[in-house]
Structure formats: C-alpha cells, structure tokens
C-alpha cells in the first residue's frame, strides 16, 4: 500500500524558511517522480515543483524559482521541499503526490498518490 506523509509545515514570519518533508512507504522513490502541490483557501490546488528520479527538477511557477528548492534522499525514501524567503502569497496547504512515474508528469495530470498535506502559515 503507497503511503505518503508530509511533515514539517508550521508558522513562520515573512522571510522565514520552511522545510517539508514527504516520507514514502509502500514505493522505492529510487524509480519514481514525487511533486510538491499546494493549496490556498478558495484557490485551485496548483503545482509547485517536481524532482525526477534523475533528478529532474521542474518548477511550476517563477514565483518560487530561487526560493523554494526541492530535493531527495532516496536512501531515506523521502522528498524535501526547502522553503525560503516565504512570502504572505505563500500560504496553504502543502501536498506531495505520485504516480508513480520516473518522469515529472504533465501540467494537470491526475495522480493517483497524495499525502494528507501540511499547513504553511506565513504570519508577523
């Protein structure tokens, strides 16, 4: 059973820094593409960013480009989302999904995995 867990989300001032993990069970992330979404109130859920298992790296938006970086530990079967320089347009609820592909799937594919997401708050 794929299992996907996010963790590291909280409260932070603008200009803080953030880093959110995604743990998988169930998948060797050795072969598999993970993206980081997120989600604002009233806001379609948006991509943010995607890592290959080559290492790929696409980013969704230019908004987070220089800011948000996101990498893997595959001996540790987890994803990061580093978080930097966090803006009050940066809020929502932040979600890993898979499909189990070894590419960085197309704008608006469906994925079949996600994590229940962590909040990200960013508040002075």
């Known amino acids: 059973q794929v299992q996907l867990v996010e963790s590291g989300g909280g409260l932070v001032q603008p200009g803080g820094s953030l880093r959110l993990s995604c743990v998988a069970s169930?998948?060797?992330?050795?072969?598999?593409?993970i993206t980081w979404f997120r989600q604002a109130p009233g806001k379609e859920r948006e991509g943010v960013s995607c890592?290959?298992?080559?290492?790929?790296?696409?980013n969704y938006f230019d908004s987070v480009k220089g800011r948000f970086t996101i990498s893997r530990d595959n001996a540790a079967n987890t994803v990061y989302l580093q978080m930097n320089s966090l803006k009050p347009e940066d809020p929502a609820v932040y979600y890993c999904?898979?499909?189990?592909?070894?590419?960085?799937?197309?704008?608006?594919?469906?994925?079949?995995?996600w994590g229940q997401g962590t909040q990200v708050t960013v508040s002075s």
């Open positions: 890592i290959s298992s080559s290492y790929h790296i696409t």
């Open positions: 999904a898979t499909d189990r592909t070894d590419n960085c799937p197309p704008v608006g594919h469906e994925y079949d995995y």
């Open positions: 169930g998948l060797n992330l050795d072969y598999y593409a």
